[in-house]
C-alpha cells in the first residue's frame, strides 16, 4: 500500500485502552476550572468511545513507513506486531 508497512490491526476501544484513558479523564479533571458538569460529560464521551458495540468497535489500521523496528508508540504497545 504506496510503501507503507502495516504496524497494527485493532478496535478504538483497544487502542484507547492502550493510552490509559482514565490518566488522560484524571488530568483534564484536575484543573482549577473543572466542574462536575465536565466529569459527567468527558465520562459519558469516554463510555462511547470504548462501548465495543458502538464506536469503540470500529477498527483501527496502523500503518508507517521507514519507521524504525522498536519505535515507541504508546497507544500501540500492547499491539505492535
Request: proline residues 9%; without cysteine; aromatic residues 2%.
Amino acid at each position: 500500500m504506496a510503501g507503507l508497512d502495516p504496524i497494527a490491526e485493532t478496535t478504538q476501544a483497544e487502542l484507547l485502552a492502550g493510552v490509559d484513558p482514565s490518566a488522560l479523564v484524571g488530568r483534564a479533571l484536575r484543573g482549577p476550572d473543572a466542574t462536575l458538569e465536565d466529569a459527567l460529560r468527558l465520562r459519558s464521551a469516554l463510555a462511547r468511545l470504548l462501548d465495543p458495540r458502538g464506536m469503540g468497535g470500529f477498527r483501527v489500521l496502523a500503518y508507517a513507513r521507514g519507521m524504525p523496528p522498536h519505535t515507541d508508540l504508546p497507544g500501540l504497545r500492547r499491539l505492535r506486531r
